[in-house]
């Protein structure tokens, strides 16, 4: 079988990472998108020619200025395909440490209205299920220090 043959048949997915970020408290850094009501994670896609981890220090840096060293991997969450979405997300979060406070933090206006850090019980109210278990995940995961997959 021709490799071009064999590789479209193969199942497509989209590569995306966020960085999990806490406060000196252990609240999740949070930021609000223009283009959906509930709130997410600072990441995003992974661009063509990138790793996951540098598409979440890319992220983090353009959604809200952060330049972070890009740590441990907590979670890999397969999301399936979603709306308009037409491939499932293999998402990627990194362990990118804890800030200070937040006052280095610079919004990206362009596809940003707000940023937060938020408890888990009161991220539930503010992201979607499937991103609520996933915060809950990462949570656990720095916390035990083992890698946790989702599906």
């Known amino acids: 079988m021709p490799a071009d043959v064999f590789y479209a048949q193969l199942h497509r997915v989209i590569p995306a990472s966020a960085g ?44 809200v200025g952060l330049t972070l060293e890009v740590g441990r991997l907590l979670v890999v969450h397969w999301v399936p395909e979603l709306d308009e979405r037409p491939y499932p ?31 888990p019980d009161e991220a539930d109210k503010v992201l979607p299920p499937w991103q609520a278990q996933r915060l809950r995940a990462s949570v656990a995961a720095r916390a035990s220090g083992q890698l946790t997959y989702l599906s």
Do not use: M, S
């Open 20 to 63: 999990f970020v806490t406060d000196t408290g252990g609240r999740v850094l949070l930021v609000k998108p223009n283009y959906r009501e509930l709130w997410g994670w600072p990441g995003g896609h992974v661009d063509e020619g990138e790793t996951p981890e540098e598409g979440c220090a890319r992220e983090l840096r353009e959604e």
């Open 89 to 119: 997300l293999v998402h990627f979060t990194f362990d990118c440490g804890t800030l200070p406070d937040g006052a280095r933090i610079t919004l990206q206006e362009e596809e940003l209205d707000d940023w937060g850090f938020f408890t």
